[in-house]
């Protein structure tokens, strides 16, 4: 679908107008109307006026998903300061990072320190935003002069190696990323959406937080789900569409209170775990919703509540409207157009974009005679922890960074980060230093520790052997 | 060597901070820039430029925020140019021609939050100007500024940092760590410029873009230390920014210009100066062989350049249109067709604008210019790219071209109706809106040829039947409302039966041309 405004405060102004009693959010025992969302994002958003933010300023946001989380993001968005969601998972130095590539001026968080980065002007508790506010036509003046062209957000994606990497999305390219994905999702008025993915990835802020807006649907969410209180929320806001991870819906699937829980309300468009079995699909019949956060979510797919055609199956359908996708001569899908990420920040274009403006994804493909797009694989060794991207180099980066490490090897062993290390530290003390400097989805949950470095298996070529090594560390026992 | 490339292997620092910087440390003692008697070495452009940057700072302004500067050409504007780029702030020069309402609407429409300004040029009174546009300014209370008209404003400075004790400074390694965060891909500028529509483009470009390009053009015109360039285009506009100052920045030569109302004083400039090149807009030096002194003046110093009009004879070309000439534009950074030949060329060249410089891939399509490539704009403000760039990344440029069998670029006009006067673009669209605004009277603007100036901006007003219009009167109430260089030379004031139609219903523009041409 085409959007009805293309900047988060017209979007407000206009779910205030259409919608005022339709509640935009639910999370964790709390809630707010699309009113409620607009007056206190809007009396907010006087409030860090007051206290210096300007239009374009970076404002940092670190928190678990919440109503709070939302108004806040809002506050910043609707007077056009630019939004940069912060993993909670981010350990200080990879925290420190990221603030310092995105230039953020204002943090919202809690228990950060921020010593050593100067361009931060003001670190505020979530409830610790100084009271006093701007005018009220001040900030009306402020939203109106908000458009399409301008930066909404810098969210941060793992990067192979160096900096970190914060795409930046402007409100138009975002907004209509997110719209042309509700119809395949089938995301719309009155729908309510569980989507608990955290609002710090695009996940949770495009395909959940953004999405209702957009759609005038309600998003129910949870700061950290667990069965029995997810379960729980389902019955009791009468849930249409669950899209939570595929781990989770098992999981629900297979709790005691499952049984006797009431999921009537859940459209076909739902994972199928949840669904009674006979509207469950049979497995790859639905399209595999296929995004980056370079794409904001979502760029290619078909309707989730229909199996594709046959022949389609495992495919991840067809590309939406306003992307263009293509197969580079390695077999690497490309992606270009109007929706796309505008740039990654302190990366000039050239290095990001070809001449002719298509941007090299790092995933490979094929794009049948039909148009539907078939992923095939990573092309770099980044590899998925439940959902999230882990980057080999960047955790043997860390690893090598410790006292004592001579070589580390970092490979996937059966959905877990794997790590074999030659050094004479004490296996136990490599993994808690670690997990200092890593978020704790990309530290090493399998480990291969030795003083001896002939016993890291090598190709003939003298290269180490990631099978091998796969292998290796598969069968050791966690932590040997 | 020129680089088609941003990045090269050259050492070429890539952000205005590790520019400077390296200037600063080459060359302390050596004149950056001289105006008239105010001069600027490249060590006390360093420390002014420090001091106003630690100042903003504490004021608030930091990566990303916007700076404008409303200084006529001189250190001031070169200092809150350099401090801005120094945080990482974007600079956005405003024209001194700009009227209250046209400065309000600039610092509006580029989200500016911080404005640093001369108090007064020319006939201009910037200070009560700008109270009296923006009701909520109070030049005497304490920032920040909060009004509904421009928004995004905290804070008017008439009186900067560097010569004011007044200001709170931040730590110099806060300074230290703003600058370390600068990169090549941040945004340096903003460039506002006329187009099709009634409101200026704002162009935005990036350090290490801008910066790469005029080591490129530098290349190409020989623009290397020792060389002291005169040229009197204003800063506000690219080709006084880039060609003229940040080249010599980049350069890390001398660059001379002159405020000096009158032709004399220009003249005394440059024989006291004795530049080596004079570039510019020839219409900018046109007045001065009119002076009397003129035949007495010692310009010998001048071996090269464009400004014919100043250049001695035997450097002068017998006919100037068989050099190259050069064709610039704000979205390119200035010069975008050139030539490194600077020699008399064979009569078949006869209106060269020379071929595409290092990195513009050009395309000639429909007769039309569109350009491509790393040192094009990042885009306008406010605009998505996809509405300036087509999806292969080409940029159309509106200029009108034809290339002839060596590749050399000749130049026919713009294809919109843009006009180009005495190197000042001006948009019709805004000039009808000015007149309606100030009159309530249906205009239609064009451009007319002009010898000295290229064009002229002028107006065929719609009289009601039987209206009288008093033109004079008129002219008086556009200059408050747009800068000088738009309002119309030419007036005609006519009925509205007399408005040359053609049958389709739409307007004649060729028999209004001719109407405005006698006017």
């Known amino acids: ?480 | 060597m020129t680089s088609p490339t941003i990045d090269a292997p050259d050492g070429l620092p890539l952000t205005v901070p590790a520019l400077l910087a390296a200037r600063a440390a080459e060359r302390p003692d050596d004149v950056l820039l001289v105006c008239d008697g105010d001069r600027l070495t490249y060590g006390e452009a360093d420390r002014r430029s420090a001091l106003l940057a630690r100042a903003l700072l504490a004021a608030g302004v930091g990566h990303g925020s916007r700076v404008a500067l409303l200084y006529p050409n001189g250190s001031d504007f070169v200092v809150g140019w350099l401090a801005a780029a120094r945080i990482g702030a974007i600079s956005v020069p405003l024209s001194t021609f700009s009227t209250s309402a046209e400065l309000a609407g600039l610092l509006r429409g580029a989200d500016v939050s911080v404005l640093l300004a001369a108090e007064t040029y020319r006939s201009h009174d910037y200070r009560a100007g700008l109270a009296a546009a923006i009701p909520e300014f109070d030049p005497d209370a304490p920032p920040p500024l909060w009004s509904p008209v421009v928004p995004s404003l905290r804070r008017i400075a008439f009186t900067a940092a560097d010569r004011d004790p007044g200001w709170t400074l931040a730590g110099a390694e806060s300074l230290a760590a703003a600058e370390a965060a600068v990169t090549p891909a941040d945004r340096m500028v903003i460039v506002h410029t006329s187009g099709s529509t009634s409101e200026p483009k704002g162009v935005i470009h990036t350090h290490g873009a801008l910066i790469r390009h005029l080591d490129n053009l530098n290349q190409m015109r020989r623009y290397a230390p020792g060389e002291v360039l005169f040229s009197n285009s204003p800063f506000f506009w690219i080709g006084g920014f880039a060609y003229a100052l940040l080249g010599t920045l980049v350069a890390g030569a001398r660059l001379v210009c002159s405020n000096a109302a009158d032709a004399a004083g220009v003249l005394d400039v440059l024989e006291r100066e004795r530049p080596t090149m004079v570039n510019g807009f020839a219409a900018s030096v046109a007045h001065l062989p009119q002076d009397p002194s003129f035949p007495t003046r010692d310009l010998s110093s001048i071996r090269r350049g464009n400004l014919y009009p100043i250049v001695p004879a035997a450097a002068r070309p017998a006919d100037p249109e068989l050099r190259h000439a050069m064709l610039g534009m704000t979205e390119a950074g200035s010069v975008c067709l050139a030539s490194e030949d600077e020699s008399d060329q064979p009569e078949h060249r006869r209106g060269s604008f020379g071929r595409p410089v290092p990195g513009f891939e050009a395309e000639v399509r429909e007769g039309v210019l569109w350009f491509r490539g790393p040192f094009l704009m990042e885009g306008y403000d406010g605009r998505e790219r996809h509405e300036t760039f087509d999806p292969d990344g080409w940029f159309c440029t509106g200029d009108l071209v034809s290339v002839d069998r060596e590749g050399f670029f000749h130049f026919h006009g713009r294809a919109g109706d843009t006009i180009k006067t005495a190197g000042a673009n001006v948009s019709p669209r805004e000039v009808e809106a000015a007149i309606l605004e100030v009159s309530g009277l249906t205009a239609h603007v064009v451009g007319v040829e002009d010898e000295a100036r290229g064009q002229v901006v002028a107006a065929l007003v719609r009289a009601p039947d039987g209206a009288a219009v008093d033109v004079d009167d008129l002219r008086a109430r556009l200059k408050d409302r747009i800068s000088d260089y738009k309002v119309p030379r030419r007036i005609a004031v006519v009925p509205d039966a007399k408005v040359p139609m053609m049958s389709s219903g739409k307007l004649d523009l060729r028999a209004l041309r001719e109407m405005l041409r006698d006017a």
């Open chain 1, 1 to 480: 679908m085409t959007p009805e405004a293309e900047t988060i405060p017209a979007l407000l102004a206009l779910r205030a107008k259409a919608d005022p009693d339709v509640r935009a959010i639910v999370a964790d025992g709390e809630s707010a109307t699309y009113a409620e969302l607009d007056a206190a994002s809007a009396a907010l958003a006087a409030r860090l006026v007051a206290a210096g933010v300007v239009k374009g300023g970076r404002v940092g946001l670190q928190a678990r998903n919440s109503v709070e989380w939302a108004v806040t993001a809002y506050a910043a968005l609707r007077i056009g300061a630019v939004l940069v969601p912060l993993s909670t998972l981010l350990r200080p130095p990879e925290l420190h990072a990221q603030l310092a590539t995105a230039n953020v001026s204002h943090l919202v968080a809690d228990g950060v320190d921020a010593a050593g980065l100067p361009s931060l002007r003001a670190v505020w508790r979530t409830d610790g935003i100084p009271e006093a506010a701007a005018p009220e036509a001040l900030v009306q003046a402020m939203e109106a002069r908000v458009r399409p062209a301008d930066d909404l957000v810098v969210l941060f994606t793992s990067g192979s190696t160096g900096p970190p990497k914060g795409v930046i999305h402007t409100h138009g390219g975002a907004i209509r990323a997110t719209a042309a994905g509700l119809d395949p999702r089938g995301v719309g008025p009155g729908e309510r959406l569980y989507v608990p993915m955290p609002f710090f990835w695009t996940g949770g802020f495009g395909t959940g937080l953004l999405a209702t807006l957009i759609a005038g649907a309600t998003l129910l969410t949870e700061a950290a789900p667990e069965p029995a209180r997810t379960l729980d929320l389902l019955q009791r806001e009468r849930v249409t569409l669950f899209r939570g991870w595929p781990d989770q819906a098992k999981q629900l699937a297979a709790h005691p209170a499952f049984a006797t829980a009431d999921l009537s309300s859940l459209g076909d468009g739902s994972l199928g775990d949840l669904l009674p079995p006979e509207r469950r699909p049979a497995p790859g019949a639905r399209p595999n919703l296929f995004g980056m956060t370079e794409t904001f979510g979502p760029y290619c797919g078909e309707r989730l509540d229909t199996d594709l055609p046959p022949g389609k199956h495992g495919s991840c359908g067809r590309p939406f409207p306003g992307t263009e996708v293509r197969i580079g001569d390695t077999g690497e899908i490309e992606v270009r157009g109007p929706n796309l990420f505008r740039g990654i920040c302190g990366r000039m274009r050239p290095s990001v974009f070809s001449a002719d403006g298509w941007y090299r994804t790092g995933d490979g493909g094929r794009l049948d005679v039909d148009g539907y797009l078939w992923f095939e694989g990573r092309l770099d060794d980044m590899f998925k922890v439940k959902g999230a991207s882990v980057y080999p180099s960047e955790v043997e980066a860390a690893l090598r960074a410790l006292d004592g490490v001579r070589q580390a090897h970092v490979t996937e062993v059966a959905g877990e980060v794997g790590a074999a290390v030659v050094t004479d530290a004490a296996p136990d003390s490599l993994a808690a230093a670690v997990r200092q400097r890593l978020s704790s989805f990309k530290a090493p949950t399998r480990w291969f520790v030795t003083a001896d470095p002939g016993r890291i298996p090598v190709t003939a070529t003298g290269k180490v052997d990631k099978a091998a090594l796969r292998a290796l560390l598969a069968a050791e026992e966690e932590g040997t």
